[in-house]
């Protein structure tokens, strides 16, 4: 009779280390879990809006509604009235439409969740960025393609490093460009 | 091992998996970034885009030298205060109090809604009510005693005001009939405009050219320190000092080094009250030198004959020599400028002193000179009404008439007489006598907590108005007060308040105080400015002059001939000059020593106590946070066995409180001296319960000639009481202990 072979490798180790064995894998395994099924990559937002409504199908460009990407460190999300001055005619009945109209009614901001975020000692400005030629979409990736907003960038310094020293970023590897 | 797996170790596994993979779970969990919100704006700003700072330049009132001022605000929100480098008063600097006017902004202690009085008269009780409640009851109130035609019983005590503001307040009470409109500032110069009337005829201060002077001899002015502009002194000594390749030379005469004196070549530790004298004899050494080079000069020598510097000296405690160098220096200099104010104004014989000074001015040649007393031209402003300064005497009769039966209201704009006038004037009775009593403040103080009804105000950084700096600049010049951020609380301005009860009172008040607002009145008075001047200006029509003033923060408009000095002054003054001895409350024998209190340019009058930077800014003279002082002498405190921290009782003859000691080396042994800001009773968080307030103990002595309050005129009794605290310093010691700070070989500290 055939014994299995895993317990057969693990014949020879002490039944203590094993048992440290299979918490580890249990470990990883949490993680995995909480990353596939409870990631924070694309949040819930309280008005079901949908990136490739406006940027895809009806072409509106990024900064007619982040208006302050190309001129402060923050792009700026659409004030409210903003929104209304479009929706004040189109699609009214929509059912999240009716849920901005109300937000605007009552003169309350609407809770957007943050999908990128740094932290705060992190100096990054939206302005420098465009300044240098990118695009929105090579770190927000294909935003017009998305209903909702998924991140594609966890934005760690790894990566921002990568970028600065392949496009060769004057002063791009220098600590005080961005912990300032 | 054996390869069998019971029933036990399989449990084993299964607790190990499951506890690895919550652990896992949860570490995964924590290394998220905790859910943040993009909050949007509602609707979209138009003045600011996020994370860019946008600066307006508006107009300091901290104080009344009307420095302009340009504020750094982001997201809507005052963030720093600077000068503004285009303003001529300040040209770009500013003072510690000026930078802490965000303290008064975001104070705490705000008053934030209109308080209705629902305790006992003086019991600081008050409930909230709403605008529309507080301003019809005003206006009832008031409008009851216009149609009985007893008007003239209200009474308007305002602060310092400037301005179209000022004309406002005129305007409203003469609508209402009243003449009884009154501005109270403790440290008003009454001796020096007094003086200035009776030397030149002049109705505002000179323009004194510290900037090109050469030497500049001060007599109790404490310029770089409290004294009417202290930034744009500043600014002017640092030319005087290093400007130029000759190095002007300063000479302080006060008997309790200031901050000015500190910084000077040379301090002369005169008697108090002696300063005149010593400004004549002079004058007198100057004229029997030949160095006077006007044509009256035998005049002048018979004038002057009775203040040779021999006479002068044992009066005023300096030698003959001393007095007649300082002279030649001061002829000799080329410009050199004499200015008086501070203490030697505030003695009974002010006037006299300060006349005495511009004597000296005339004889030494620096009248009309620059680098001397220049001339501020006639303000050009339409309907510039003069400011209705009330002196000493002006209170005393104010207070009285407010004690009579007939007086029937009361309204108090931002100003705190319970504070700072001595308590011998019975300020709170007199205020408790008035059946009325409205407030407008900004903050709760001793004197609100009297009123019935108080409105909130704005701060000026919240607030329309507009400044004239009086001392001017030599030109004329004005700022427009712009709000540079959305009013914090449900407070309105002043103006506003008052056309608002100008609409509501009715009769032909709507008709002739139209405006809608203090922003619509401001922009009317100045577009008749401009069609005035529209000659001047390039701008193309009102809309373009008025936001470039708005812009730039200030308007001046140079003068083109200056201002030259009357032939006849050489006349006026002899027969102005005087001098009268000093008198002071309490005999000599007992009241031994001789008080000054002086004035921070932290605290000013005490309106700065309840900024929690300036609480915990050092005197610069003393290094002293957060309390009151006395100073002595150390010849003074040894005789009486006083150490810095032991407690000391002052007694005058109206009045006592109680200080810690501070030994300063720099003050004539018999004068003590204090500062004025603190010992508030109700002036909110940070200034109340701290320290003790000189001026409630000060003697009622006037200045004969001005009518002005002699702060300086007042005797003390020091003894210990026994206790001891710790002076809160940031020196060490004052001494140098062997450690050769000076750089010299067998320094002496």
Same mark, same amino acid.
């Not at chain 2, 005197?619 to 002498?633: A, C, F, G, K, Q």
């Given at each position: 009779?055939?014994?299995?072979?895993?317990?057969?490798?693990?014949?020879?180790? /002490?039944?203590?280390?094993?048992?440290?064995?299979?918490?580890?894998?249990?470990?990883?395994?949490?993680?995995?879990?909480?990353?596939?099924?409870?990631?924070?990559?694309?949040?819930?937002?309280?008005?079901?809006?949908?990136?490739?409504?406006?940027?895809?199908?009806?072409?509106?460009?990024?900064?007619?509604?982040?208006?302050?990407?190309?001129?402060?460190?923050?792009?700026?999300?659409?004030?409210?009235? /903003?929104?209304?001055?479009?929706?004040?005619?189109?699609?009214?009945?929509?059912?999240?439409?009716?849920?901005?109209?109300?937000?605007?009614?009552?003169?309350?901001?609407?809770?957007?969740?943050?999908?990128?975020?740094?932290?705060?000692?992190?100096?990054?400005?939206?302005?420098?960025?465009?300044?240098?030629?990118?695009?929105?979409?090579?770190?927000?990736?294909?935003?017009?393609?998305?209903?909702?907003?998924?991140?594609?960038?966890?934005?760690?310094?790894?990566?921002?490093?990568? *970028?600065?020293? /392949?496009?060769?970023?004057?002063?791009?590897?220098? *600590?005080?460009?961005?912990?300032? | 091992?054996?390869?069998?797996?019971?029933?036990?170790?399989?449990?084993?596994?299964?607790?190990?998996?499951?506890?690895?993979?919550?652990?896992?779970?949860?570490?995964?969990?924590?290394?998220?970034?905790?859910?943040?919100?993009?909050?949007?704006?509602?609707?979209?700003?138009?003045?600011?885009?996020?994370?860019?700072?946008?600066?307006?330049?508006?107009?300091?009132?901290?104080?009344?030298?009307?420095?302009?001022?340009?504020?750094?605000?982001?997201?809507?929100?005052?963030?720093?205060?600077?000068?503004?480098? =285009?303003?001529?008063?300040?040209?770009?600097?500013?003072?510690?109090?000026?930078?802490?006017?965000?303290?008064?902004?975001?104070?705490?202690?705000? $008053?934030?809604?209109?308080?209705?009085?629902?305790?006992?008269?003086?019991?600081?009780?008050?409930?909230?009510?709403?605008?529309?409640?507080?301003?019809?009851?005003?206006?009832?109130?008031?409008?009851?005693?216009?149609?009985?035609?007893?008007?003239?019983?209200?009474?308007?005590?305002?602060?310092?005001?400037?301005?179209?503001?000022?004309?406002?307040?005129?305007?409203?009470?003469?609508?209402?009939?009243? !003449?009884?409109?009154?501005?109270?500032?403790?440290?008003?110069?009454?001796?020096?405009?007094?003086?200035?009337?009776?030397?030149?005829?002049?109705?505002?201060?000179?323009?004194?050219?510290?900037?090109?002077?050469?030497?500049?001899?001060?007599? &109790?002015?404490?310029?770089?320190?409290?004294?009417?502009?202290?930034?744009?002194?500043?600014?002017?000594? &640092?030319?005087?000092?290093?400007?130029?390749?000759?190095? &002007?030379?300063?000479?302080?005469?006060?008997?309790?080094?200031?901050?000015?004196?500190?910084?000077?070549?040379?301090?002369?530790? +005169?008697?108090?009250?002696?300063?005149?004298?010593?400004?004549?004899?002079?004058?007198?050494?100057?004229? !029997?030198?030949?160095?006077?080079?006007?044509?009256?000069?035998?005049?002048?020598?018979?004038?002057?004959?009775?203040?040779?510097?021999?006479?002068?000296?044992?009066?005023?405690? $300096?030698?003959?020599?001393?007095?007649?160098?300082? @002279?030649?220096?001061?002829?000799?200099?080329?410009? =050199?400028?004499?200015?008086?104010?501070?203490?030697?104004? +505030?003695?009974?014989?002010?006037?006299?002193?300060?006349?005495?000074?511009?004597?000296?001015?005339?004889?030494?040649?620096?009248?009309?000179?620059?680098?001397?007393?220049?001339?501020?031209?006639?303000?050009?402003?339409?309907?510039?009404?003069?400011?209705?300064?009330?002196?000493?005497?002006?209170?005393?009769?104010?207070?009285?008439?407010?004690?009579?039966?007939?007086?029937?209201?009361?309204?108090?704009?931002?100003?705190?007489?319970?504070?700072?006038?001595?308590?011998?004037?019975?300020?709170?009775?007199?205020?408790?006598?008035?059946?009325?009593?409205?407030?407008?403040?900004?903050?709760?103080?001793?004197?609100?907590?009297?009123?019935?009804?108080?409105?909130?105000?704005?701060?000026?950084?919240?607030?329309?108005?507009?400044?004239?700096?009086?001392?001017?600049?030599?030109?004329?010049?004005?700022?427009?007060?712009?709000?540079?951020?959305?009013?914090?609380?449900?407070?309105?301005?002043?103006?506003?308040?008052?056309?608002?009860?100008?609409?509501?009172?009715?009769?032909?008040?709507?008709?002739?105080?139209?405006?809608?607002?203090?922003?619509?009145?401001?922009?009317?008075?100045?577009?008749?400015?401009? #069609?005035?001047?529209?000659?001047?200006?390039?701008?193309?029509?009102?809309?373009?002059?008025?936001? =470039?003033?708005?812009?730039?923060?200030?308007?001046?408009?140079?003068?083109?001939?200056?201002?030259?000095?009357?032939?006849?002054?050489?006349?006026?003054?002899?027969?102005?000059?005087?001098? @009268? #001895?000093?008198?002071? @409350?309490?005999?000599?024998?007992?009241?031994?020593?001789?008080?000054?209190?002086?004035?921070?340019?932290?605290?000013?009058?005490?309106?700065?106590?309840?900024?929690?930077?300036?609480?915990?800014?050092?005197?610069?003279?003393?290094?002293?946070?957060?309390?009151?002082?006395?100073?002595?002498?150390?010849?003074?405190? +040894?005789?009486?066995?006083?150490?810095?921290?032991?407690?000391?009782?002052?007694?005058?003859?109206?009045?006592?409180?109680? +200080?810690?000691?501070?030994?300063? #080396?720099?003050?004539?042994?018999?004068?003590?001296?204090?500062?004025?800001?603190?010992?508030?009773?109700?002036?909110?968080?940070?200034?109340?319960?701290?320290?003790?307030?000189?001026?409630?103990?000060?003697?009622?002595?006037?200045?004969?000639?001005?009518?002005?309050?002699?702060?300086?005129?007042?005797?003390?009794?020091?003894?210990?009481?026994?206790?001891?605290?710790?002076?809160?310093?940031?020196?060490?010691?004052?001494?140098?202990?062997?450690?050769?700070?000076?750089?010299?070989?067998?320094?002496?500290?």
């Amino acid at each position: 009779m055939m014994s299995i072979s895993v317990l057969e490798a693990l014949a020879h180790f /002490k039944k203590p280390t094993l048992v440290v064995f299979v918490g580890l894998a249990g470990f990883v395994a949490g993680i995995w879990i909480n990353s596939t099924y409870f990631g924070d990559a694309s949040p819930v937002q309280p008005i079901e809006f949908s990136h490739r409504i406006h940027a895809g199908e009806n072409e509106i460009p990024c900064q007619y509604c982040h208006v302050y990407a190309a001129r402060t460190p923050s792009a700026g999300v659409p004030s409210v009235e /903003k929104c209304m001055g479009c929706h004040k005619s189109i699609a009214t009945d929509k059912p999240e439409i009716i849920k901005v109209a109300q937000y605007y009614a009552e003169q309350t901001p609407i809770p957007w969740i943050k999908v990128y975020d740094v932290p705060d000692f992190v100096h990054f400005t939206h302005k420098r960025h465009i300044k240098a030629g990118l695009e929105c979409q090579d770190c927000h990736g294909p935003v017009d393609t998305m209903d909702r907003i998924t991140r594609q960038q966890p934005l760690r310094m790894p990566w921002c490093v990568d *970028c600065h020293t /392949k496009k060769e970023v004057e002063n791009g590897r220098d *600590c005080l460009t961005c912990h300032k | 091992m054996s390869n069998k797996i019971n029933r036990r170790d399989f449990l084993k596994f299964v607790g190990a998996g499951t506890v690895g993979a919550g652990a896992g779970f949860l570490a995964a969990d924590a290394s998220k970034m905790s859910t943040e919100f993009l909050i949007p704006q509602v609707n979209l700003p138009e003045d600011y885009s996020p994370g860019i700072a946008t600066w307006y330049n508006t107009v300091c009132t901290q104080c009344s030298a009307g420095c302009g001022i340009s504020v750094r605000t982001r997201e809507g929100r005052a963030k720093k205060i600077e000068g503004n480098r =285009s303003h001529p008063v300040n040209e770009g600097r500013l003072c510690a109090l000026g930078q802490a006017g965000l303290n008064v902004l975001y104070n705490p202690d705000r $008053i934030r809604t209109p308080l209705l009085r629902d305790g006992e008269r003086g019991s600081g009780s008050f409930s909230p009510i709403s605008w529309d409640e507080a301003l019809t009851t005003i206006s009832g109130v008031l409008g009851t005693l216009k149609i009985q035609e007893k008007a003239n019983n209200a009474y308007l005590l305002s602060g310092s005001v400037h301005g179209h503001l000022n004309d406002l307040f005129a305007l409203f009470m003469d609508q209402l009939g009243s !003449e009884n409109y009154w501005q109270h500032e403790f440290s008003d110069p009454a001796s020096l405009y007094a003086a200035n009337k009776a030397c030149f005829d002049v109705d505002v201060l000179p323009f004194y050219d510290i900037r090109n002077s050469k030497y500049l001899l001060s007599f &109790g002015a404490d310029y770089l320190g409290a004294w009417l502009s202290p930034v744009h002194y500043g600014v002017s000594y &640092g030319h005087l000092r290093q400007g130029t390749e000759q190095r &002007g030379r300063c000479v302080q005469v006060e008997p309790r080094m200031s901050l000015s004196g500190a910084n000077a070549d040379e301090w002369v530790e +005169a008697r108090p009250g002696s300063e005149g004298m010593l400004a004549l004899a002079m004058a007198h050494s100057i004229v !029997e030198q030949g160095l006077y080079s006007g044509g009256d000069a035998g005049d002048w020598k018979q004038a002057l004959g009775a203040y040779s510097p021999a006479s002068v000296a044992e009066r005023s405690g $300096i030698s003959a020599d001393r007095i007649v160098r300082i @002279a030649t220096e001061f002829a000799s200099a080329s410009p =050199s400028l004499a200015i008086g104010g501070g203490a030697a104004g +505030a003695s009974t014989n002010g006037t006299a002193n300060l006349v005495a000074v511009n004597v000296l001015n005339h004889i030494g040649g620096n009248i009309g000179e620059p680098g001397g007393i220049l001339f501020n031209p006639a303000s050009t402003f339409s309907g510039d009404t003069p400011r209705p300064r009330a002196s000493y005497q002006d209170m005393l009769n104010l207070f009285e008439s407010l004690s009579r039966d007939d007086a029937e209201v009361l309204i108090l704009h931002d100003t705190n007489p319970v504070f700072t006038l001595p308590s011998s004037a019975n300020v709170t009775a007199a205020v408790m006598a008035v059946p009325y009593v409205i407030g407008m403040s900004s903050f709760m103080d001793e004197t609100m907590a009297l009123a019935d009804i108080i409105l909130p105000l704005d701060t000026y950084l919240e607030a329309w108005g507009d400044s004239t700096p009086d001392p001017g600049v030599g030109f004329a010049v004005a700022s427009i007060g712009q709000p540079v951020v959305k009013r914090l609380y449900d407070t309105r301005s002043a103006g506003d308040i008052i056309l608002a009860l100008a609409h509501q009172i009715g009769g032909e008040l709507p008709a002739n105080m139209p405006w809608t607002s203090m922003e619509n009145y401001l922009m009317e008075k100045w577009r008749a400015i401009y #069609q005035s001047k529209s000659n001047d200006s390039s701008a193309q029509g009102f809309r373009e002059f008025w936001s =470039s003033i708005l812009e730039s923060g200030v308007w001046g408009e140079r003068p083109l001939q200056p201002v030259r000095p009357h032939q006849a002054m050489s006349q006026a003054m002899l027969s102005a000059m005087r001098m @009268a #001895q000093p008198s002071f @409350a309490g005999n000599e024998g007992e009241y031994r020593f001789v008080m000054q209190p002086y004035l921070s340019l932290a605290f000013q009058d005490g309106r700065g106590a309840n900024l929690p930077w300036m609480q915990e800014l050092p005197d610069p003279l003393t290094s002293v946070v957060y309390n009151s002082w006395v100073e002595l002498n150390p010849k003074t405190a +040894a005789e009486l066995g006083i150490r810095e921290g032991d407690v000391l009782l002052v007694e005058s003859t109206a009045g006592r409180l109680e +200080a810690p000691a501070f030994i300063y #080396q720099a003050i004539r042994p018999d004068v003590v001296a204090m500062p004025i800001g603190q010992g508030h009773g109700n002036y909110g968080r940070y200034a109340s319960g701290r320290g003790s307030n000189p001026i409630e103990i000060l003697a009622p002595e006037i200045d004969i000639d001005s009518g002005g309050l002699a702060w300086s005129a007042t005797r003390v009794i020091i003894s210990k009481t026994g206790r001891r605290v710790h002076v809160i310093k940031t020196d060490g010691t004052t001494r140098e202990l062997g450690r050769n700070i000076l750089g010299q070989e067998h320094g002496h500290a």
